[in-house]
């Protein structure tokens, strides 16, 4: 099953804790190109999220934002060393004694002294833990989202495949023709220029000509193609390289065709076949 490498995912999760959010982005690149946004209290699982990211995914870039609420009754609470504040307090009586002022002791500026007012400590196991279970509900959801839409380029691709194969059976009937065409055409302006030549000389000379338009294995390789292409749309693995690579195969066969044309529907088939190569190209560039 081909994915395409556009895709969103988004998770959220709930706790005493708080709240946690993953969003995942992801547009076609390459390789993979990953960019994390990470709060500072886990930036330390960021290897580990690295890691369950390069399992799943081959390429891409992926922008990965987590983000963290910690609940209100958390953080809604001071703590106040008061050991430290009586120290600071005794301290600028001893100074406003020893210069004989009696400046007023600012309660704010005492809570501002550095270790003064303690940090909340946040047990961050359990929320660690939290975020990377949850980091792989939502690149599950991501994954899914690329299948379901690599289904959709699936079918585009295959459709027009399948026309490929289409003109390359219907120039396989119409070459007896036009090789026929091509003859009666050079021989018709040999006979315009009156020209005398030895008829096994001028039968040589024909069959040359027919022969440099010759598009057999032109043909021979652009059904070759088609079928890989329709092989590799069905693999279980990343084939986006390789249906890149078909295309440029499909539209040098393409342009040799068009170099060799000696009819009107020669030059038609080469650029049918260039645009349905342009267009699956492009739909290629999104495939994982």
């Not at 804790?17 to 390789?31: D, P």
């Not at 096994?200 to 652009?222: A, P």
């Not at 079928?227 to 069905?234: A, H, P, R, S």
Request: overall charge negative; proline content about 1%.
């Amino acid at each position: 099953m081909i994915r395409s490498m556009t895709a969103f995912a988004r998770c959220e999760k709930s706790d005493t804790w708080g709240t946690l959010i993953w969003e995942l982005r992801s547009v076609n690149h390459r390789y993979l190109d990953l960019h994390l946004r990470l709060p500072d209290d886990l930036r330390g699982m960021e290897g580990r999220y690295r890691e369950l990211i390069n399992a799943d995914l081959s390429r891409g870039k992926l922008e990965c934002n987590l983000l963290f609420k910690a609940d209100a009754a958390i953080n809604g609470g001071i703590e106040v060393n008061i050991e430290v504040a009586k120290s600071i307090t005794h301290a600028c009586e001893q100074l406003n004694a020893t210069l004989h002022q009696s400046s007023m002791i600012n309660v704010i500026d005492i809570l501002k002294w550095p270790g003064v007012v303690k940090e909340s400590s946040l047990d961050m196991k359990p929320i660690a833990d939290a975020s990377e279970a949850l980091l792989q509900q939502a690149l599950a959801e991501l994954v899914e989202n690329r299948e379901r839409e690599g289904e959709r380029l699936k079918a585009m691709i295959a459709q027009r495949s399948a026309s490929v194969g289409d003109i390359v059976k219907k120039m396989r009937e119409q070459m007896p023709e036009i090789r026929e065409n091509y003859r009666r055409k050079i021989v018709s302006r040999f006979e315009e220029m009156k020209a005398e030549l030895d008829a096994d000389r001028l039968e040589q000379e024909l069959v040359y000509l027919v022969q440099k338009m010759d598009v057999d294995e032109e043909l021979d390789r652009l059904e070759s193609h088609v079928k890989e292409l329709d092989d590799v749309l069905d693999h279980d693995e990343v084939v986006g390289r390789r249906l890149d690579f078909l295309m440029q195969e499909l539209n040098r066969e393409a342009n040799t065709l068009g170099s060799k044309s000696a009819d009107i529907r020669m030059t038609q088939a080469s650029v049918e076949l260039k645009v349905l190569s342009e267009q699956m190209r492009e739909q290629i560039q999104n495939v994982e």
